[in-house]
Nanobody
Framework: QVRLVESGGGLVQAGGSLRLSCVASETIFSINVVGWYRQAPGKQRELVATITSEGITNYADSVKGRFTISRGSAKNPVYLQMNGLKPEDTAVYYC????????????WGQGTQVTVSS
């Protein structure tokens, strides 16, 4: 079973930057969509950004112009550069990988905490 591990979270002041990374426990083949989601306390998990194998990106309105998603390798499938962080960005961030080899498989990480102080 493939495991995803996020890193790069932490505590930062408003206006600061963080770069999130996602590492897979083994090579993931036929990666289709990769992305980042987040969940703040008391709220549902929400989409932050996704990027397809063709490079088509989709961002939540709240992060457009501040966050940039990029694809990596089969072992490091996705990154998230976060600039201009705001207190409302505070959440646990999860990486997501969809593989389409034979059948669709969805993989999730355990999450990394991002805390933005005002």
């Amino acid at each position: 079973q493939v495991r995803l591990v996020e890193s790069g979270g932490g505590l930062v002041q408003a206006g600061g930057s963080l770069r999130l990374s996602c590492v897979a426990s083994e090579t993931i083949f036929s990666i289709n969509v990769v992305g980042w989601y987040r969940q703040a306390p008391g709220k549902q998990r929400e989409l932050v950004a996704t990027i397809t194998s063709e490079g088509i990106t989709n961002y939540a309105d709240s992060v457009k112009g501040r966050f940039t998603i990029s694809r990596g390798s089969a072992k490091n499938p996705v990154y998230l550069q976060m600039n201009g962080l705001k207190p409302e960005d505070t959440a646990v961030y999860y990486c997501y990988v969809q593989s389409m080899m034979v059948s669709i498989r969805n993989y999730w990480g355990q999450g990394t905490q991002v805390t933005v102080s005002s």
